[in-house]
């Protein structure tokens, strides 16, 4: 909100020397954040001048000039820039003529635009100054002829300073207006505000006489009110007739509307604006002879359409609040009126609306037809409901002083019910609440100051009202925030609060750190992408670590958004990998060849019922949800469990002298794999797989205690080259979560033993549709706990082994915690090793 200092001058009292900074420092003290200064582009010296003389000068172009002699200064006194009294200047307008009082600006004058007044030949003759027009002052946009004073109703005495005349040395202050308080923004709010701030007396602009009218029909029938709030609770009309649509605004009150950061347009116009920024009460006016009937506030029907002032055709919504008479929409109530009923040049009678609509219906109309507007901004903030008649009245009387229009008593008195709020607020909540050590005299001070009514309720506990423009006192904790603000900031202890003793981080939040730690410790690099993803890249990677069994292609299941932010990514995604291969891709464009990237995050798994994918009924916004609402809400929620993933491109071995180099492969994902899941104490195993975005050949389904929880392997390459990237492509994906639920809750450890091990080599033939891992498990499981150790050395198939059959070679370390083992005992162990596998693959030991 900007807010000419002239302007607030009108009520409350600004010392002679009172500066904008000055003003800001005070309007922050009660909590406005300043924004900035506005002043007017311009400097003197400029002047009023009497035109003495035009010659006009036909030139060799076709244009006329005007070679005038213009008095700067009274007869025989220097002019404001030293210079003599009498000017002679050259100006291309033709709209004044000798004895017209104009706005000279003299040599050293500097315009908007860093234009430089000076004197300078032109046309033949040394223009000593210039006549200034409406543009050239930014008072308007007529730039085809002078300001004439006498037109402006001005008659100033010669030299008078132009810029006081005409308010371009006023200055305006902006500030921050939050949402709750919409009362501030007008000048009769800040205002007030300003008058908490400094003490200076308020003189409300609202407590002005109000002539009442009556016999224009008005009728609300809102009958299909939002959440049981009525569209328009209050509706004022009055009639002013006779007026001149055509006559100039005011040059004070075009000043205080460009500084406010409106444009001046025409004087109905201006006198509307100028009232909404007095009061914070937008008007609207109708051009009375255009209405057909009375008026009506209604809801808009299925397919109406409303052509508004801007010239666009809306169609309307049934949730849209109109204005209409007998022809139908004539204004989209709150936002912006209609083309057909628009005040213009031949208006002579004029009906003012000033009315009092509901916040969330206006917001939600600009909204939905993208149509800001200064009306819908305070709208939807809130207006004074007992401000209305006063706004009218307002309105009233200057368009019968400015426009010379006549009043009429036709109108109407709708005025807005208003029930005041009444707060209970225990006394010692305040300084409990801020840690102050204020008396109770300024609570109530401050309370009574911004206007509401204090009474006490019982001991200890005050009954507090909110005047009706402030509609968002409604809570205990707001009335603590105005008395903070009144009584000052201040006095508020900088202290820094004791943190109570913590709990530490949970289980799952220690497991996820030290995953994150070990993982990048092995010279990955952590990266955190956006959730989104598109549909094409959850067909390509399917339902992430807790379906990478399932290779099948069809469409995967996901949470979509109602609202994306980008219309080709509007998914929750199902699995980490599309972020990752799109990070992985855009530092391989960017010459980036070698990569090792992880990143932990959530997935999005939608709900189990058919057509729910964590959508539920909006609440309404004004109030809270009740405990079904929440629970419907939250039963809504897809699962979001934890994920860690992995890709690896490029090199894992340089090529250089003495080391040939090599290239990750599928083998590097799984010791990634095993790398992250070791580090939440989780054992994993794994067994042949297939997955929709790995290669048939290279993917490995990775066990937690009998359960899969992810894929390691290489990706299709079909897959990598759409996203044009060399090579080969690793990568893995763990269901985290699920890898920490299914680790001991302790990890396990073994005791160092000082006696010696015993090594064993075996070798079993089995099937080769028998995973080796299955057949290590069970070797495992069977020799006991004497054996110690134990992995696969060789996969043989060839000669001496039968078709469709392979030779597996494990080897085995025994070792006893209380003995040296004997051969034969260790050879025990391994030959059950042997039956155990015998008994559930039909191995067969290999001579």
């Given at each position: 909100m900007r807010i000419p200092l002239s302007w607030l001058g009108e009520f409350v009292s600004l010392?002679?020397?009172?500066?904008?900074?000055?003003?800001?420092?005070?309007?922050?003290?009660?909590?406005?954040?300043?924004?900035?200064?506005?002043?007017?582009?311009?400097?003197?010296?400029?002047?009023?001048?009497?035109?003495?003389?035009?010659?006009?000068?036909?030139?060799?172009?076709?244009?006329?000039?005007?070679?005038?002699?213009?008095?700067?200064?009274?007869?025989?006194?220097?002019?404001?820039?030293?210079?003599?009294?009498?000017?002679g200047i050259v100006c291309g307008a033709h709209n004044f003529g000798p004895g017209d009082k104009v706005v000279v600006t003299l040599p050293g004058a500097v315009l908007p635009g860093d234009f430089k007044i000076a004197a300078r030949k032109t046309y033949g003759h040394v223009s000593d100054g210039m006549i200034a027009s409406a543009r050239e002052l930014t008072l308007g946009e007529d730039h085809d002829g002078i300001i004439v004073l006498s037109r402006l109703g001005l008659d100033p005495a010669i030299g008078t300073d132009a810029l006081e005349l005409l308010g371009l040395a006023d200055t305006a202050v902006e500030i921050n207006v939050t949402p709750d308080r919409g009362y501030a923004f007008s000048v009769r709010g800040v205002a007030r505000e300003y008058s908490h701030a400094s003490g200076s007396a308020f003189t409300d602009p609202a407590a002005i006489e109000v002539t009442p009218a009556a016999g224009f029909p008005v009728t609300l029938a809102d009958d299909a009110p939002i959440r049981g709030r009525e569209g328009a609770t209050g509706f004022i009309t009055r009639v002013v007739r006779g007026i001149d649509a055509t006559k100039p605004t005011p040059a004070w009150m075009v000043a205080r509307l460009q500084l406010a950061g409106i444009r001046a347009l025409t004087l109905p116009v201006d006198i509307s604006n100028y009232v909404m920024l007095e009061l914070g009460n937008p008007l609207h006016s109708y051009d009375l002879g255009k209405l057909q009937g009375g008026i009506t506030v209604r809801r808009a029907r299925a397919g109406e359409t409303l052509e508004t002032l801007d010239g666009q055709e809306r169609k309307l919504h049934v949730e849209d609040l109109l204005i209409t008479d007998d022809s139908g929409p004539i204004g989209l109530a709150g936002v912006m009126g209609g083309e057909s009923t628009k005040v213009d040049d031949a208006t002579t009678d004029v009906l003012i609306e000033a009315a009092t609509f509901d916040p969330i219906t206006i917001a939600r109309t600009h909204r939905r037809h993208k149509?800001?507007?200064?009306?819908?901004?305070?709208?939807?903030?809130?207006?004074?409901?007992?401000?209305?008649?006063?706004?009218?009245?307002?309105?009233?009387?200057?368009?019968?002083?400015?426009?010379?229009?006549?009043?009429?008593?036709?109108?109407?008195?709708?005025?807005?019910?208003?029930?005041?709020?009444?707060?209970?607020?225990?006394?010692?909540?305040v300084n409990g609440l801020l840690g102050t050590d204020f008396s109770d005299d300024e609570v109530r001070g401050a309370l009574a100051t911004i206007g509401c009514t204090v009474a006490e309720s019982s001991a200890g506990m005050l009954s507090v009202t909110a005047p009706s423009w402030r509609s968002d006192l409604t809570r205990p904790a707001d009335l603590v925030e105005e008395v903070a603000r009144i009584v000052g900031y201040d006095r508020i202890p900088s202290e820094l609060p004791v943190a109570p003793a913590g709990r530490g981080l949970t289980r799952s939040q220690r497991l996820r750190r030290r995953a994150a730690n070990v993982i990048t410790a092995a010279g990955f690099d952590e990266v955190q992408n956006y959730p989104f993803v598109s549909r094409a890249q959850l067909d390509n990677f399917g339902a992430g670590p807790e379906a990478s069994a399932d290779a099948a292609s069809a469409p995967v299941d996901a949470v979509r958004l109602a609202n994306a932010l980008d219309g080709e990514t509007p998914f929750m995604r199902r699995s980490l990998l599309p972020g990752l291969v799109t990070a992985a891709q855009r530092n391989v464009s960017r010459g980036l060849t070698d990569l090792a990237l992880v990143e932990f995050g959530r997935v999005f798994v939608p709900l189990a019922a058919p057509n729910q994918l964590g959508t539920a009924t909006v609440p309404p916004l004004a109030a809270r949800p009740s405990d079904e609402e929440l629970a419907e809400l939250n039963a809504s929620i897809p699962d979001q469990p934890h994920t860690a993933a992995a890709l690896l491109i490029g090199d894992a071995i340089e090529k250089q002298p003495g080391e040939s180099g090599r290239e990750y492969d599928w083998a590097d994902a799984i010791d990634a794999a095993r790398i992250t899941a070791g580090a939440v104490s989780a054992e994993l195993t794994v067994r042949q797989g297939t997955h929709r975005a790995f290669h048939p050949g290279r993917t490995a389904e990775l066990v937690v205690a009998g359960e899969v929880v992810g894929v390691a392997g290489e990706l299709l390459p079909e897959l990598v080259a759409d996203y044009h990237m060399p090579g080969r492509v690793a990568a893995f994906e763990l269901d985290l979560e699920r890898v920490m639920e299914l680790a001991p809750r302790e990890p396990a450890t073994a005791n160092l033993s000082g006696y010696p091990a015993a090594t064993q080599d075996l070798t079993l033939v089995v099937s080769l549709d028998v995973p080796a891992a299955e057949v290590l498990t069970t070797v495992v499981a069977g020799a006991g706990e004497l054996l110690e150790h134990a992995h696969i050395v060789a996969d043989y198939r060839g000669q001496g082994i039968d078709e469709g059959q392979r030779a597996l070679t494990f080897a085995l370390r025994f070792r006893a915690s209380d003995r040296t083992l004997k051969a034969e005992e260790a050879s025990a162990a391994k030959l059950a090793g042997v039956a155990a596998a015998e008994a559930a693959f039909g191995a067969k030991l290999r001579d």
């Amino acid at each position: 909100m900007r807010i000419p200092l002239s302007w607030l001058g009108e009520f409350v009292s600004l010392p002679a020397a009172t500066t904008p900074e000055d003003v800001h420092a005070q309007l922050v003290s009660v909590g406005f954040e300043e924004e900035s200064v506005r002043r007017f582009d311009l400097s003197g010296p400029l002047v009023v001048g009497e035109v003495l003389s035009v010659e006009p000068e036909p030139q060799s172009n076709g244009k006329t000039i005007n070679w005038c002699q213009v008095r700067v200064a009274p007869e025989g006194e220097t002019a404001a820039d030293g210079g003599e009294d009498v000017r002679g200047i050259v100006c291309g307008a033709h709209n004044f003529g000798p004895g017209d009082k104009v706005v000279v600006t003299l040599p050293g004058a500097v315009l908007p635009g860093d234009f430089k007044i000076a004197a300078r030949k032109t046309y033949g003759h040394v223009s000593d100054g210039m006549i200034a027009s409406a543009r050239e002052l930014t008072l308007g946009e007529d730039h085809d002829g002078i300001i004439v004073l006498s037109r402006l109703g001005l008659d100033p005495a010669i030299g008078t300073d132009a810029l006081e005349l005409l308010g371009l040395a006023d200055t305006a202050v902006e500030i921050n207006v939050t949402p709750d308080r919409g009362y501030a923004f007008s000048v009769r709010g800040v205002a007030r505000e300003y008058s908490h701030a400094s003490g200076s007396a308020f003189t409300d602009p609202a407590a002005i006489e109000v002539t009442p009218a009556a016999g224009f029909p008005v009728t609300l029938a809102d009958d299909a009110p939002i959440r049981g709030r009525e569209g328009a609770t209050g509706f004022i009309t009055r009639v002013v007739r006779g007026i001149d649509a055509t006559k100039p605004t005011p040059a004070w009150m075009v000043a205080r509307l460009q500084l406010a950061g409106i444009r001046a347009l025409t004087l109905p116009v201006d006198i509307s604006n100028y009232v909404m920024l007095e009061l914070g009460n937008p008007l609207h006016s109708y051009d009375l002879g255009k209405l057909q009937g009375g008026i009506t506030v209604r809801r808009a029907r299925a397919g109406e359409t409303l052509e508004t002032l801007d010239g666009q055709e809306r169609k309307l919504h049934v949730e849209d609040l109109l204005i209409t008479d007998d022809s139908g929409p004539i204004g989209l109530a709150g936002v912006m009126g209609g083309e057909s009923t628009k005040v213009d040049d031949a208006t002579t009678d004029v009906l003012i609306e000033a009315a009092t609509f509901d916040p969330i219906t206006i917001a939600r109309t600009h909204r939905r037809h993208k149509l800001p507007s200064e009306a819908s901004k305070r709208f939807e903030r809130g207006v004074d409901p007992l401000v209305a008649r006063a706004a009218a009245q307002r309105m009233v009387d200057l368009l019968v002083e400015l426009a010379g229009g006549t009043v009429d008593t036709l109108g109407s008195d709708l005025v807005a019910p208003w029930e005041p709020t009444e707060v209970l607020l225990p006394i010692a909540r305040v300084n409990g609440l801020l840690g102050t050590d204020f008396s109770d005299d300024e609570v109530r001070g401050a309370l009574a100051t911004i206007g509401c009514t204090v009474a006490e309720s019982s001991a200890g506990m005050l009954s507090v009202t909110a005047p009706s423009w402030r509609s968002d006192l409604t809570r205990p904790a707001d009335l603590v925030e105005e008395v903070a603000r009144i009584v000052g900031y201040d006095r508020i202890p900088s202290e820094l609060p004791v943190a109570p003793a913590g709990r530490g981080l949970t289980r799952s939040q220690r497991l996820r750190r030290r995953a994150a730690n070990v993982i990048t410790a092995a010279g990955f690099d952590e990266v955190q992408n956006y959730p989104f993803v598109s549909r094409a890249q959850l067909d390509n990677f399917g339902a992430g670590p807790e379906a990478s069994a399932d290779a099948a292609s069809a469409p995967v299941d996901a949470v979509r958004l109602a609202n994306a932010l980008d219309g080709e990514t509007p998914f929750m995604r199902r699995s980490l990998l599309p972020g990752l291969v799109t990070a992985a891709q855009r530092n391989v464009s960017r010459g980036l060849t070698d990569l090792a990237l992880v990143e932990f995050g959530r997935v999005f798994v939608p709900l189990a019922a058919p057509n729910q994918l964590g959508t539920a009924t909006v609440p309404p916004l004004a109030a809270r949800p009740s405990d079904e609402e929440l629970a419907e809400l939250n039963a809504s929620i897809p699962d979001q469990p934890h994920t860690a993933a992995a890709l690896l491109i490029g090199d894992a071995i340089e090529k250089q002298p003495g080391e040939s180099g090599r290239e990750y492969d599928w083998a590097d994902a799984i010791d990634a794999a095993r790398i992250t899941a070791g580090a939440v104490s989780a054992e994993l195993t794994v067994r042949q797989g297939t997955h929709r975005a790995f290669h048939p050949g290279r993917t490995a389904e990775l066990v937690v205690a009998g359960e899969v929880v992810g894929v390691a392997g290489e990706l299709l390459p079909e897959l990598v080259a759409d996203y044009h990237m060399p090579g080969r492509v690793a990568a893995f994906e763990l269901d985290l979560e699920r890898v920490m639920e299914l680790a001991p809750r302790e990890p396990a450890t073994a005791n160092l033993s000082g006696y010696p091990a015993a090594t064993q080599d075996l070798t079993l033939v089995v099937s080769l549709d028998v995973p080796a891992a299955e057949v290590l498990t069970t070797v495992v499981a069977g020799a006991g706990e004497l054996l110690e150790h134990a992995h696969i050395v060789a996969d043989y198939r060839g000669q001496g082994i039968d078709e469709g059959q392979r030779a597996l070679t494990f080897a085995l370390r025994f070792r006893a915690s209380d003995r040296t083992l004997k051969a034969e005992e260790a050879s025990a162990a391994k030959l059950a090793g042997v039956a155990a596998a015998e008994a559930a693959f039909g191995a067969k030991l290999r001579d």
